[in-house]
């Protein structure tokens, strides 16, 4: 299989978890690529931060971002070290709807999943890390 093929493989794989889960996230306020910036804002609290991981336009991330302060799924506090950004954060109830979307995604995935025995998912999984592992500095880590 060609690179190309593979990718196109591994977003119809992700594509299709969306689809089927999309229903029951809305029920909880949510949409499928929602979800993923409510799961990277611990990480990446600040908002082109969470564009650029997401390959999301600016403007949408600010969209979704007033959208969900508006539910109350997330709160923006200004940076200490420089008040012209803001930072963002999960609020309870935030932690609460992330951890029911991810028992939906859970659920959707395990249905497709459950097609391989577990040692292919072990091996399924452990080829993922290895692919989405980082390269290693050039540089080496130090200057």
């Given at each position: 299989m060609k690179p190309s093929e593979f990718i196109?493989?591994?977003w119809?794989?992700?594509?299709?978890?969306?689809?089927e889960a999309a229903g029951e996230l809305a029920a909880i306020g949510l949409y499928p690529r929602a979800v993923f910036l409510l799961s990277r804002v611990e990480e990446l609290p600040y908002p082109a931060q969470l564009a650029e991981a997401l390959l999301v336009p600016?403007?949408?991330?600010s969209f979704i971002v007033?959208?969900?302060?508006?539910q109350g799924l997330l709160s923006r506090a200004n940076d200490k070290k420089d008040l012209r950004r803001y930072r963002l954060s999960l609020?309870?109830?935030?932690k609460k709807s992330l951890a029911k979307a991810r028992q939906v995604l859970d659920r959707c995935a395990e249905k497709r999943?459950?097609?391989?025995?577990?040692?292919e998912l072990g091996a399924f999984a452990q080829?993922?890390?290895t692919l989405n592992a980082k390269p290693a500095s050039p540089l080496g880590g130090g200057v």
């Open positions: 196109n493989q591994a119809d794989l992700l594509q299709g978890v969306m689809e600016a403007p949408t991330v007033r959208q969900f302060e508006k609020t309870a109830k935030g999943m459950a097609k391989l025995s577990k040692s080829m993922m890390r």
